[in-house]
């Protein structure tokens, strides 16, 4: 399994490696983004290799980290490791799993977490886009199985490539649920100075393009004084600045807290700019882990799946992310509407643990793999 990024930033990967593990033996292939990133890390049939190290932050250079250097020392890892089948992760990986395969007669899965071609970064360098365009066109079409995350990014990418895509959804796992929710809700309020009457709204997660400037500009044109707003994320890179003592700026916080931050609060928000397909398409893993952990939702009106599961599962408010009117009415119906946001919150718990969860479907995932190995 080839991947471009230190396996543990990627939470679709670890449930898939985690599920695959009970079954077969497992290699990931990957990078190192951290000076004290393990090189090597084995649990139990599951083996993580990160073949290229952490050297510099210096865009140049990183370019050359993540184009040059780590495809050709992954693909030769790749053809130097027999497997049955070889995944790729994006179109990024698509030519170490070709290569790889091809060697050694193997299989490959093509897992495309996004519509690449459609991402913000290949849309605007005209050279970097022309370059993956012309990877998937070649390879896709002679990949032995596809997997994607939603219905409508499985339809775009079948009428692209003219190649069946089954679906597998960014669902949120089930597995590391904590039990002592109210410990856990009493235990970070009193660390942020949060009171039990207060409502807490909470954002964690990427900074550029998630309208967060305009979701804090919204928040601090509320009057009322019993709400709190934590936003945890890389807020120094972007120089996320506040006035308002009602906010707190967390910085980039680990996978543990991030799960906390989200039970101790009442309300989340997850926007996305429609700026491209991939955006619009997108199936976001927030969704999934506000409702899991107990949080009613704010999210965009124009990206389609969030709002149909929002909508359909009645756990949130959809609005327009550009429109601050819009999301400051938003926030002050959470304010005004406790019960009703409890309603919301206990009704995306009980669709997580009942079908948005990923033990529910991970059968689906390793029959995916007995039917290729089967070929």
């Known amino acids: 399994m080839f ?16 599920t695959l593990s009970n079954e077969f033996d497992i290699e990931v292939i990957c990078q190192q983004d951290k000076k004290d990133d393990e090189k090597i890390i084995k649990k139990n049939k599951l083996i993580i290799r990160r073949v290229v190290p952490y050297y510099s932050d210096n865009r ?8 040059i250097l780590f495809p050709a020392i992954s693909a030769i890892h790749g053809a130097l490791t027999k497997a049955d089948i070889y995944q790729a992760n994006d179109a990024d990986t698509l030519i170490q799993a070709y290569i790889s395969a091809k060697l050694n007669r ?9 519509i690449f071609s459609e991402l913000e970064m290949n849309k605007n360098n005209i050279f970097l886009g022309s370059i993956f365009n012309l990877i998937e066109s070649v390879i896709i079409p002679n990949t032995d199985a596809r997997i994607t995350t939603n219905e409508h990014r499985a339809k775009f990418l079948e009428e692209k490539f003219g190649k069946k895509f089954q679906i597998m959804e960014n669902y949120s796992t089930q597995k590391y649920a904590p039990k002592d ?11 942020y100075g949060v009171l039990s009457s207060d409502t807490l709204f909470i954002y964690c997660g990427r900074i550029h393009n998630r309208r967060i400037e305009e979701t804090l500009r919204a928040f601090e044109k509320v009057k009322n004084k019993n709400i709190r707003f934590l936003i945890a994320g890389n807020t120094q890179k972007y120089k996320l600045r506040v006035s308002d003592d009602r906010v707190a700026l967390l910085g980039r916080v680990d996978a543990k807290k991030v799960t906390e931050l989200e039970i101790a609060s009442d309300v989340g928000f997850i926007f996305y700019e429609p700026t491209n397909l991939n955006n619009i398409y997108a199936s976001s893993n927030k969704i999934f882990s506000y409702m899991t952990n107990g949080c009613a939702i704010i999210t965009s009106n124009d990206i389609l799946t969030n709002r149909e599961t929002v909508e359909n599962e009645k756990t949130g408010l959809c609005v327009n992310p550009a429109n601050e009117k819009e999301i400051q009415k938003a926030i002050q119906w959470m304010i005004d509407n406790p019960k ?36």
Do not use: C, P
Not at 7 to 16: A, C, F, L, M
């Open 106 to 114: 193997g299989k490959i899965l093509y897992d495309s977490h996004e």
């Open 340 to 375: 009703e946001v409890e309603i919301m919150k206990k009704r995306g718990m009980k669709a997580a643990k009942d079908k948005y969860n990923w033990e529910a479907n991970e059968s689906r995932f390793i029959n995916i793999y007995l039917d290729l190995m089967k070929k």
């Open 181 to 191: 929710y109210d410990m856990i809700k009493k235990r970070i309020r009193k660390e």
């Open 3 to 18: 991947l471009r990024n230190n396996y543990t930033q990627d939470s679709r990967i670890i449930k898939e490696t985690e």
């Open 60 to 67: 140049i250079i990183l370019k050359f980290q993540n184009y």
